[in-house]
């Protein structure tokens, strides 16, 4: 099998094309900094030359030159804000899947939380870059000239210059380092707040059943009150330090001021220079402004990066990324152990066993004996820790998911469906034919059930198809497993919601796979299901108690032994003896 694709190439692409574009970008921006100059230049000569000499044709050739410098000016910026926008469009498109890709690996080994925050951090970056705080750096390289220039005019207001930059400086670092943990603070409680909130409203059924609407509004309320507590922390220390920083540069303007008039009257400088050094004080202390907001979207930037580069190293996939099509249904697991991330003791050891197309195996056993997380690993979800699970000798967690996932159907003990039509939902978002549809739902005992839907297959499912009840999320699910007719079927408590005709349906559907060659991996406790078993799997505290024919673990367990596995070994015994 061939050597899965590096995690980091697309991250390692987008930082080149950055690097590139951010390049380009300071070439143009030097020249746009350089022509900010125009204009101070311009009021001195105006002051210096023109208003004493009353030459207008003076004004006129200075005024016409520096309004082509400030067009030109003009468009160069406009070309830096498209350079911008379209490294940050780049970025999101270079990142975008495999962060998604590496967000769902995540969140299958770590849980639904790692992950979810990727996406936001991709589009964070790229607001960043758009946004045009990504070229500050680039704005503060230009200081020493704005300064040699202050200097070259009047060494007063060269230092004048660089003390104001050092303040400003100053308090930019000041910002950050008395505005963290407040920021901090505040966006930890908002995130506790907002996720309360969810919750409630996800359980508004019990919340409002059980009279539980006025605690949980109470203690809503003191979440929401130390969230905004926190935020006005925050905000206030921030509000602080703006403040100092726009007195500090007014502070200044004022002493270019100052200084100016000192050097005029002491017929060491002319007028136009004053005005000139406060055109260029003005544009010298716009980055070192800037910077106290963009210091914080930098470190919030690298922040992100940091956590996708993680994401993207930690989230990699040892999977194949060559399709391989899978043309047997034979399932075989090879002394499987599995052990939970951060967990010592293992909820599976040791478990083999062999399924071949047309059988059926019945997995059961009491709860946390570990039926649906041998389930997930039929399927691919997670890696065994030792040993392995093999289809048509292949591995179903290296596999190629894409032509892994032609040949598999899997209903999970809790049926989710995705934010689509109902014919997306059994399609698994193929272009698939209707013809392919509709077969799919006929199987699984469910056309007529979306028949009778607002717009039948082109009824829009949303919030995982919370208008549906639990039988009817079921059916779809069971038409979305079995659609494409594949050659493993792994159902997880699939009759769980299910009525007599649901059930019914069922049992039909897993007939007619079987009949087509399919191998069916169901973990169930009612005996609709498994008295069609071929063989039988009982798990107890992750390990095999009882494997073999269905009759033959039947006879070892007895008719009148209650076996720990619960009820379901014990009616079925008793119903298989005469």
Known sequence: MAEPAPPDRGHSAALRELAVGAGAAAFVGFFVNLLHLALPLYNAQVYDRVIGSANLNTLVALTLL???????????????????AILAARLAARLGRPVFEAAIETSLR???AAGADALRDVSDLRGFISGGAIGLPIDL???????????LMDPLYGWIGCVGALLLTGAGLATELLARRPVARASAAGGRAQAETATAIRNAEIIAAMGMLPDIARRWHRTQARSLDAVEAGQSVAKTLGAIARFLRTAIQIAVICAGTVLVVGQEATIGTIIAAMAIMSRLLLPFEHLIEG????????????????LLREGATTRSSVPAPIGGATLMADRVTYIPPGQDTPLLRNVSFRLDGGELIGVIGPSGAGKSTLARLVVGLWAPNAGGIYLDGQSTFLHERSSFGAAVGYLPQEPMLLDGTVRENIARFRDAPMEEVIAAA?????????????????????????????GQRQRLALARAIFGDPRLLVLDEPNSSLDADGEAALVDAIDAARARGAAVFVVAQRMSILAKADRLLVLREGAVAQYGPRLEVLSAVGPQRRSKTGGTLHALAAEATP
């Open 66 to 84: 520096v309004t082509m410098l400030l067009i030109f000016g003009a468009v160069l910026d406009v070309l830096r804000s498209r350079i911008f």
């Open 110 to 112: 770590d849980g639904p």
């Open 141 to 151: 390289t230009f200081t020493p000239i704005l300064i040699g220039v202050l200097f």
């Open 295 to 310: 210091w914080r979207q930098w470190v919030d930037a690298l922040s992100a990066h940091g956590r996708l580069l993680t």
């Open 442 to 470: 006929r199987q699984a005992g469910v056309h007529d059930l979306i028949g009778r839907l607002p717009q039948g297959y082109g009824t829009r499912l949303s919030e995982a198809g919370a208008r549906l009840s639990g």
